[in-house]
């Protein structure tokens, strides 16, 4: 790991051998495309346009046998742990979908796919049982069937994760407080939803990961020298 928080120098291809060595120490080295996170964009917005198009109930059928609600994960119906991830209520605005496919694909292309599909979906996962956790003895009835689906959880895990990319010190620490500052004020604000709560406790733990990656990247620094 380098004091930039990315993986070790080894770019490919002929033009990285004109660059200074200095600057070549600091390049990730590149690998295929990462293309998987706007796959998985795409594939989220075109599934939103055909639920579009179903009728109102067969579209809503749909949605909540997906949905991670307390009533679903009460009765042992664990899929929707990963089919809410695949689909969302409504077809994503533009602006979001691109920070969707830009931080994924950075995250690809920084670490690779596995660590970012792994990131994704252990944030998602974790983040949607503390919320049934938190619900589970205390929502009433409109809670409890609830839509629940969407694309945030896991990325606001990766988003924190991806904060050890940054360079080491102040800029890291001040962008971890920062994300975790915006995203705790919908939190404290009357009105809020257990969505709310749910998109702090993912970029919690998406920092968390990233606190654990820049000790562990530490000690083997250490252990090598």
């Known amino acids: 790991m380098s004091p930039y928080g990315l993986p070790p120098a080894g770019v490919q291809g002929a033009w990285p051998g ?14 295929p495309l990462p ?35 307390v009533d679903n994960l009460a009765s042992g119906r664990w899929e ?27 995250a690809e ?18 983040a949607t049982l503390l919320v049934y956790g938190a619900l589970r003895g205390r929502a009433g009835p409109e809670t409890r069937r609830a839509l629940d689906v969407g694309t945030s959880y896991g990325f606001n895990a990766v988003l924190g994760a991806l904060t050890s990319a940054l360079p080491r010190g ?3 620490t ?7 500052a915006a995203a705790a004020q919908p939190v404290l604000r009357r009105g809020r939803t257990f969505t709310d709560a749910g998109h702090l406790a993912a970029l919690g733990i998406g920092v968390g990961l990233s606190l654990a990656f820049d000790y562990l990247s530490t000690r083997k620094t250490l252990k090598i020298g």
């Open 170 to 172: 102040p800029v890291r």
């Open 35 to 69: 293309l998987g996170g706007a796959a998985y964009t795409v594939g989220v917005q075109l599934g939103a346009y055909a639920l579009a198009a179903l009728e109102a109930p067969g579209r809503e059928r749909l949605l909540r046998g997906c949905s991670t609600n």
């Open 80 to 106: 929707t742990l990963l089919s809410s991830a695949l689909v969302v209520e409504e077809p994503l605005p533009l602006p979001y979908a691109l920070l969707l496919v830009a931080v994924l694909g950075y």
């Open 109 to 126: 292309y920084a670490y690779g796919a596995w660590w970012t599909a792994g990131v994704f979906l252990f944030g998602h996962v974790t």
């Open 174 to 180: 001040a962008t971890r407080v920062g994300l975790l």
């Open 18 to 31: 004109l660059l200074p060595g200095v600057w070549r120490q600091r390049l990730p080295a590149l690998g």
